[in-house]
């Protein structure tokens, strides 16, 4: 049964940081896997899928990275901005087409 | 942008009662989903849906549960008699099919709370 795991489950950090967001997972047999943005409140807004084919993908100031052989996957975040503070969560496509399988989340918070 | 919606936002009930969620997934997407995320929990899967039919079910998802495509654009999540336990934030999600590339696409959400 797949596991994700998500450290640290909160980081707090001064405007133009560069910060790294770790997602771990037990099962390599994954799909693929996305990064979630969830704001207060709201629902999940995808910022990125990686194909289980692919080593990373990139939008923006964002870039995400999969070793499937490690069972990890990280998000790097550049240059933080205050309007980044969100919870960030990746979750995995595994065991079937159908359901994402989520980690608990990293709440960051990027203070002026 | 098309986007999922949800109503409604929240829901308040007296435990043992019958909810209805409703969700409009976007328009040309043919795989439904719901999940729900307790207070401080995981999101967690509860139902896949596809053709007119489930495709696949959590343990979650009991006999307490039942999904269903009204019309061509509704997608509703129906709980039979509420316990104190369901409350939590459930979301509809949607997506055009289920290859490698697809992304889910989530609506905002209801907040349902059981007295």
């Known amino acids: 049964k797949q596991e994700v795991t998500q450290i640290p489950a909160a980081l707090s950090v001064p405007e133009g940081e560069n910060l790294v967001l770790n997602c771990s997972f037990t099962d390599s047999a994954i799909y693929n896997l996305q990064w979630f943005r969830q704001d207060p409140g709201k629902g999940l807004t995808s910022l990125l899928l990686?194909?289980?084919?692919?080593r990373e993908q990139t939008s923006g100031r964002l870039n995400a990275s999969l070793d499937k052989s490690s069972g990890r996957s990280t998000l790097y975040i550049a240059a933080s901005q205050p309007g980044d503070s969100a919870t960030y969560l990746c979750?995995?496509?595994?065991?079937?087409?159908?359901?994402?399988?989520f980690g608990a989340g990293t709440r960051l918070a990027v203070h002026p | 942008e098309p986007e999922v919606t949800q109503t409604p936002s929240h829901q308040v009930t007296q435990m043992g009662q019958e909810v209805i969620l409703r969700c409009v997934p976007i328009s040309n997407h043919l795989y439904f989903y719901w999940y729900r995320q307790i207070l401080g929990q995981k999101v967690e899967f509860l139902v896949s849906f596809y053709n007119n039919e489930i495709s696949e079910k959590s343990e979650i998802f009991d006999d307490q549960f039942s999904v269903e495509r009204p019309d061509g654009s509704n997608f509703t999540l129906k709980i039979r008699s509420t316990k104190l336990e369901d409350s939590a934030m459930y979301f509809c999600?949607?997506?055009?099919?289920?290859?490698?590339?697809?992304?889910?696409?989530f609506g905002p959400g209801t907040r349902l709370l059981v007295l």
């Open positions: 979750a995995s496509l595994s065991g079937g087409y159908n359901k994402l399988i």
């Open positions: 999600a949607s997506t055009t099919g289920t290859g490698v590339t697809e992304t889910q696409y």
């Open positions: 990686i194909q289980s084919s692919q």
